[in-house]
């Protein structure tokens, strides 16, 4: 084959990588990639001390590689497929994550870890339905304000409906109980609402409605309510309902400024619960120290405002729903990380919530590579739009 026609054949795949937003593929590379190394360092001792691990101490670093390339493979199969399909199937997805939520609490099917039925065993894995449901419930919620653009002022025919199906899907959630997952879920939902320019008054009115919801089931919960005292003041009892918070705040401390060095941090060897899952902040903090820290807020904080960025542009282009999908991701991503960076830290109540990107389990990087993946396909429709290109 000749030089020219080698160009020619290859001229597609070099247009499109070169059209993707450079600042989002890094940002998310480098989150996704940094969060391998740091899942090995803060497993080691888990994986080693653990039968169920057959104390391999590479364990969880195996399985998170395997995720992260079943979820870059479902990305470039999900990069291919256009939005206006999302958009199609976005019904279709929120019913198929409702009804495994509901599969879930059903007993002998659904997995318990914890106290907590969140998982279905698919033999060698498990499936996470809620992580799965943040994603089509940012279809969905895009999907319905795209539709409901002209009710968006009206109660019963803009808010009544999205309203009902969010108290039935935060009713199934809470059941298992997944209360973080709630909380993202309607975020995403209320976000997107916002966005699309639901009423000021009843926005006001929806929020704090949602506030004095959230209080009264924490108040009913006696573990949540536990968890709020323990927040409050987590060294009156370290041993106890304060126990996650305190060892975080102890790695924190101990990392200082440019922390103790990779590997070599004390709170993972069995001190830190979930230190490869929900604290894995804090095992950043403890070996890498504030600078550490400061890299992965930064980097989420670049790829939020890319995905921002990538909304506003697409709406400006009259892309309704790829323009709120957009954005609805970056609100996913965003509340999610700041809950979880929070807890991490003492700012927030303790939640069971894993930092995105970067926390161990297959669900949720698969679910958070496929939103990238739709996110990418938004921003390139976006520029062949303003290239005259035909998608």
């Known amino acids: 084959m000749s030089a020219p026609a080698v160009s020619r054949a290859f001229a597609p795949r070099q247009q499109r990588v070169a059209e993707l937003d450079p600042l989002l593929v890094w940002s998310a590379l480098g989150l996704l990639l940094f969060g391998l190394v740091m899942v090995y360092s803060a497993s080691i001792a888990t994986a080693e001390g653990s039968k169920f691990t057959g104390y391999q101490s590479s364990y ?60 279905l065993p698919l033999g060698p894995i498990n499936l996470q339905p809620s992580e799965l449901m943040k994603l089509f419930a940012v279809l969905y919620a895009a999907d319905y304000t795209t ?19 969010m108290v039935l899907v935060g009713g199934l959630l809470l059941r298992e109980p997944d209360f973080g997952a709630f909380v993202v879920i309607i975020s995403i939902a209320m976000g997107i609402m916002f966005l699309g ?20 089931l924490i108040w009913i919960s006696p573990y949540r309510r536990e968890r709020i005292f323990g927040f409050m003041d987590p060294w009156q009892d370290e041993y106890g309902r304060g126990y996650q918070l305190s060892h975080a705040l102890i790695a924190f401390g101990r990392g200082e400024w440019f922390g103790v060095g990779l590997g070599a941090s004390v709170e993972k060897l069995f001190y830190l619960p979930e230190a490869h899952t929900d604290f894995l902040l804090a095992v950043v903090a403890e070996e890498l120290g504030f600078a550490g820290v400061a890299i992965v807020v930064c980097a989420f904080a670049l790829l939020i405002q890319r995905a921002f ?42 939640k069971g919530l894993t930092l995105p990107l970067m926390s161990f389990g297959g669900s949720g990087v698969v679910a958070n590579c496929l939103a990238l993946a739709i996110l990418l396909r938004i921003d390139y429709e976006n520029r062949s739009v303003m290239r005259g290109m035909r998608i």
């Open 60 to 119: 969880f670093l195996l399985r998170h590689g395997i995720f992260l390339a079943i979820g870059f493979v479902t990305g470039v199969v999900a990069f291919q497929i256009p939005v206006r399909f999302w958009q199609q199937a976005a019904p279709l997805l929120f019913v198929v994550g409702f009804v495994l939520i509901g599969i879930v609490l059903i007993p002998h099917i659904g997995r318990s870890v914890n106290g907590a039925q969140r998982w």
């Open 147 to 165: 539709r409901k653009l002209a009710d968006m002022d009206s109660f019963r025919r803009g808010f009544v409906p999205m309203a009902m199906v």
């Open 197 to 216: 320019g639901i009423n000021a008054r009843l926005f006001s009115f929806l929020f704090v409605f949602l506030m004095v919801s959230f209080v009264i």
């Open 309 to 350: 960025a990538i909304g506003r542009q697409a709406l400006l282009l009259d892309r309704i729903f790829g323009g709120l999908v957009a954005q609805g991701v970056g609100i996913w991503f965003g509340v999610q990380s700041f809950i979880n960076m929070g807890v991490n830290m003492g700012l927030l109540p303790t």
